[in-house]
Structure formats: C-alpha cells, structure tokens
Nanobody, 123 residues
Framework: QVQLVESGGGLVQAGGSLRLSCAASGRTVGSYAMGWFRQAPGKERESVATISWSGGTTYYADSVKGRFTISRDNAKNTVTLQMNSLKPEDTAVYYC????????????????WGQGTQVTVSS
C-alpha cells in the first residue's frame, strides 16, 4: 500500500500564491505517474495537472495553464503544485493521486488518492 498526504492548503486572497505538496510513503516501488485533482462543492472532480515518472511530460487543464506548475522529486517521493495568480474559482479541495506507469493514462484506474487539502481563494 501507498499513502499520499497533501499539505500546503489554506486561505489566500485573489492574486496570491500557494504551494501544495504531496508526500508518498509505504510501498513506493517502481515507476508511477502523479497528478493533482480538485473538487468544488456541487461540482465534479476535475483534473488539474499530471506529470510523468521522469517529469518530462506534463499536462495542465486549460483553466490553470500559465498559472500552475507541477513538479516532482522522486528521491523524496514528493510532487508539488505551485499555484500563482490564484482566482476565487480555484477554490476547491485538492487531491493528490498516483497510478503505476510511466505516464498518466486515462485508460488505467487511479491506484491511490490522498485525503485532500482545502484551498480557499477570497476576492
């Protein structure tokens, strides 16, 4: 089993920045892609960003391109989401996720989810 623990969420004013971190522990053997998802009240969970095992391939939702950056440090088993120029519509619970494989594929199920961390952006 692998455990994912998010940190860094909080309350920030519009235009501000936050850095979310996700630490993986347990049986972190082999290659795995990672991603960040978010879910606002009354809305479906959506993909925010994903990153391949090597870090060389990333994906961003159109709504966050140019503002968010995903990165990873495999030596520390961590993935980070740097969020800049935050907007009220970014308010949501953010979840870290991982699935075994070199790249994030929608044809595979997600193997692990974190518990989520709340991000609230005020006007």
């Amino acid at each position: 089993q692998v455990q994912l623990v998010e940190s860094g969420g909080g309350l920030v004013q519009a235009g501000g920045s936050l850095r979310l971190s996700c630490a993986a522990s347990g049986r972190t053997v082999g290659s795995y892609a990672m991603g960040w998802f978010r879910q606002a009240p009354g809305k479906e969970r959506e993909s925010v960003a994903t990153i391949s095992w090597s870090g060389g391939t990333t994906y961003y939702a159109d709504s966050v391109k140019g503002r968010f950056t995903i990165s990873r440090d495999n030596a520390k088993n961590t993935v980070t989401l740097q969020m800049n120029s935050l907007k009220p519509e970014d308010t949501a619970v953010y979840y870290c996720a991982a699935k075994y494989g070199t790249t994030w594929s929608r044809h595979q199920g997600t193997d692990y989810w974190g518990q989520g961390t709340q991000v609230t952006v005020s006007s």
